[in-house]
């Protein structure tokens, strides 16, 4: 004979959810929890653990379910209540409607995914069994809970530069992982009011004179970040020059928003164009290598009289009207395979002259998955077809660089390189108008940069008008 508890009051019962709630932002989960109620007993509890359980189902309403499920022995909990401080997403709400809940009650709305109300009402469906729903229970202090944990994460975010806010699409690398790189010393210093960045924040390292002979600006690849300029840099400032190196957006120390979608080909040039107008850069040698060459040498034709140079090291145009190299398709393919690479581990196998430390210099910006939209993202962005985005944009550079060039040019590249080696270097300098033969490093691969303060010495001379 089954006995029948006192009833608890919703009240009652939307504290203990709360209480499970807390113990998810203890654990630094959002802090949502729930509890099933039946005949005024709790038979199922549980909070938000997607992170430490690795689960991505494991949501506060479906860990209370199974555990109120395990205990009757059905999973059908038809005389049972379910209390959650936050409007449940589709997820949950599908399975609330499976296990046949008699009642739901939760507490705040949830304006971005909540599925009763707010986004949309998946109970509404045909088909779709609906328990009684009383929304607004004990709503504040569930809403307080969400918003309070939200703030305290973006001021920890924020330390370094406390008026930017974070994105709710994006994410911010942790400081404490950019502590004491090998090799680069340089403070951080972020730029935020670009237009094209709509409030991201994005980090540029701009070093020496404003009024400097020349200004060198060294755009990085993928998966790479400024942290690649670091051999170059103390020459190009030792000659007394300017250095501007930004992390793209989702690379480096710049926040990083959490879609791949997000990065599109012509937003990111965008933001490089902007930013070379905000910054006044002029007597400009651009340096560019991978995805910096592919963006960037689209950059000189929208405004050809701040640029006096070109340092071109293992890129491309990428037109459209050429077959990608069979290297880059294997690259493509490979991060599309395994997303979750160690970059670390990929620069120190194309450079075993790294130290253990400078792998994980390269690999600090990209903690986890949630911090590697860009990653994914980049290798299929590389125009293949000539309708595709960014392509005629590089047809019209091609024929600048062809016809209209008047500035000097430097290329160099790693002989060892598979993706954007000899023959596609080759490619580019025949698109260049008075280009110099390419400088070929045999012991060099992908990221010659690695072997940067050869190049960056023998940059300065040929620049410096010293070699002819």
């Known amino acids: 004979m089954s006995i029948a508890h006192a009833p608890l009051s919703d009240e009652a019962a939307m ?9 998810a932002q203890r654990l630094g989960e959002v802090p949502v929890g729930a509890v099933v109620v039946h005949q005024g007993r709790v038979i199922g509890a549980g909070h938000n653990s997607p992170i430490g359980d690795h689960d991505p189902s494991a949501h506060a309403e479906i860990n209370a379910l199974r555990q109120a499920a395990q205990t009757l022995g059905n999973y059908r909990l038809e005389d049972c209540t379910l209390y959650v401080t936050l409007e449940p997403c589709a997820m949950c709400c599908g399975a609330i409607a ?6 739901l009650v939760y507490g705040a709305a949830e304006p971005k995914t909540g599925a009763v109300t707010s986004v949309t009402r998946l109970f509404d469906l045909p088909g779709m069994h609906a328990p009684l729903v009383t929304e607004g229970v004990m709503a504040e202090a569930c809403g307080e809970l969400i918003q309070s944990f939200f703030r305290e994460r973006r001021i920890m975010q ?14 911010r690398t942790p400081d404490a992982l950019f ?25 540029v390292l701009d070093l020496g004179p404003k009024d400097a002979d020349i200004t060198w600006l060294c755009l990085h690849g993928n998966p790479a970040w400024s942290y690649l300029y670091r051999k170059m840099i103390p020459v190009f400032l030792a000659a007394g020059h300017r250095v501007v190196a930004p992390d793209m957006p989702g690379f480096g120390r710049s926040d990083k928003p959490k879609k791949p979608q997000h990065h599109q ?25 991978d995805w910096g060459g592919i963006l960037g040498l689209t950059l000189p034709m929208a405004q050809p009289e701040r640029y006096q140079g070109l340092l071109a090291m293992n890129t491309t145009l990428a037109t459209g009207t050429q077959p990608l190299s069979a290297g880059f398709v294997a690259w493509r393919q490979m991060c599309n395979d395994k997303p979750l690479f160690d970059v670390g581990r990929l620069m120190g196998r194309g450079n075993p002259h790294l130290s253990a430390g400078e792998c994980a210099a390269y690999q600090a910006p990209f903690p986890d ?15 293949e077809q000539p309708q595709d985005e960014g392509a005629e944009l590089s047809r019209q550079a091609e024929a600048f660089w062809r016809d209209n060039w008047a500035g000097r040019s ?25 280009a110099p033969p390419l400088w070929v490093l045999p012991q ?25």
């Not at 040039?269 to 400009?284: A, I, N």
């Not at 998955?369 to 125009?383: D, I, K, M, S, T």
């Open 369 to 383: 998955a949630g911090h590697r939209a860009a990653l994914r993202a980049f290798p299929n962005l590389v125009p």
């Open 410 to 434: 430097f290329l160099v590249v790693g002989e060892q390189d598979p993706v954007l080696g000899v023959p596609v270097m080759q490619g580019l300098q025949q698109s260049i108008r008075h």
């Open 265 to 289: 080909f012509e937003w990111h040039r965008q933001v490089l164009l902007e930013m070379v107008e905000h910054l006044d850069l002029q007597q400009v040698v651009l340096v560019v290598q």
């Open 179 to 203: 502590t004491d790189l090998p090799g680069y010393p340089w403070p951080p210093t972020y730029l935020t009011d670009l237009p094209s960045l709509n409030g991201l924040r994005m980090h």
């Open 444 to 468: 060099a691969g992908h990221f010659v940069q690695e072997h940067g303060q050869a190049i960056a010495e023998r940059a300065v001379a040929h620049f410096s008008h010293q070699e002819r």
């Open 98 to 103: 499976h296990a046949r809940l008699a009642r």
């Open 158 to 171: 924020q330390l370094d530069k406390p008026h930017t806010p974070l994105r709710d699409d994006a994410v």
């Open 15 to 23: 504290g203990l959810a709360l209480a499970q709630a807390q113990a």
